[in-house]
């Protein structure tokens, strides 16, 4: 119900309402948050159950018998300086556009009250775009594969992508594919097709179970993919070669601590959702 409506029901003024609602109550107005999907109770005891895997394999490597002490640090972060995460590699993919339009936040500047009114025009993203796999780890990207317009991501097409993963490891990560691989990605098509199973379990690398509906729980969806799509904000690039440049010197420059957060902080999301009872982990 609203404020007019209280109001009017109560023939009481609506500054009065407003007070007793928002200072009295302690009330405020706030958006919906979003989220991905509407979790079923299904969804949500599988987050639970392989969040609590997670860290029970975690435990393991770290040879802790206490699952509340699994590499926590200062200010209660989990650190990942075990052999799982060592080993992980987690990727994804995601649509980059050859013009981003700023978001409204990422346009907004200061002004004072003489200031004339900035005007902004709507922009809306070009058609033109490709699709970007990136794989990357604590230490940074091993691999950015691009896909050529026109094409589209099937198991066939994951699989020569992990392909050159796996030469890209084997070059950039010396003794990781010795030590056995962990590679973490959602369930999407490509990912779980019986092509795909049997390119792993023929090279022995090993799946970190993610649990469907659950990009809160990736590190590219929740980490990566969001600081990439503000970089390229207000952008607008006149080829393919052009952009895909401008992606991987973006990659280049980011400082490894940026990959070590975004690898660590999936151990404290995996609490967060079992302490949530499988619910979404908020940014």
């Excluded at 972060?77 to 995460?85: H, S, T, W």
Aim: hydrophobic share 35%; glycine share 6%.
């Amino acid at each position: 119900m609203k404020i007019r409506e209280i109001a009017l029901k109560l023939k009481i003024p609506k500054s009065t309402v407003h007070e007793i609602v928002h200072d009295t109550l302690g009330y405020r107005k706030v958006s919906a948050r979003w989220v991905p999907k509407m979790l079923t109770e299904d969804h949500k005891l599988q987050r639970v159950e392989i969040s609590q895997r997670l860290l029970q394999r975690c435990q393991q490597d770290n040879g802790d018998e206490d699952t509340t002490h699994i590499g926590v640090g200062p200010g209660g972060d989990f650190q990942a300086n075990n052999n799982l995460f060592d080993n992980l590699i987690t990727g994804d993919e995601t649509w980059v556009h050859l013009n981003t339009p700023e978001t409204k936040r990422d346009s907004m500047t200061w002004k004072h009250p003489s200031s004339p009114v900035t005007k902004k025009f709507k922009v809306e993203r070009s058609a033109a775009k490709v699709m970007a796999t990136v794989f990357w780890d604590a230490k940074g990207v091993i691999l950015l594969d691009i896909l050529p317009q026109g094409q589209c991501i099937n198991a066939a097409r994951y699989c020569s992508t992990l392909d050159r993963l796996k030469e890209a490891i084997r070059r950039k990560r010396p003794g990781l594919l010795r030590r056995g691989a962990v590679l973490q990605h959602d369930n999407a098509t490509p990912h779980s097709a019986n092509l795909t199973q049997q390119w792993l379990q023929r090279y022995g690398w090993k799946i970190l179970p993610h649990p469907a509906h659950s990009p809160d729980l990736a590190p590219s969806d929740f980490h990566l993919f969001g600081p990439l799509k503000r970089h390229l904000g207000g952008m607008a690039f006149d080829t393919e070669d052009d952009l895909i440049s401008e992606l991987r010197n973006w990659f280049d420059n980011l400082d490894v601590d940026f990959f070590r957060v975004g690898i660590n902080s999936l151990l404290s999301r995996c609490q967060k959702c079992i302490d949530l009872h499988g619910d979404y982990v908020e940014k």
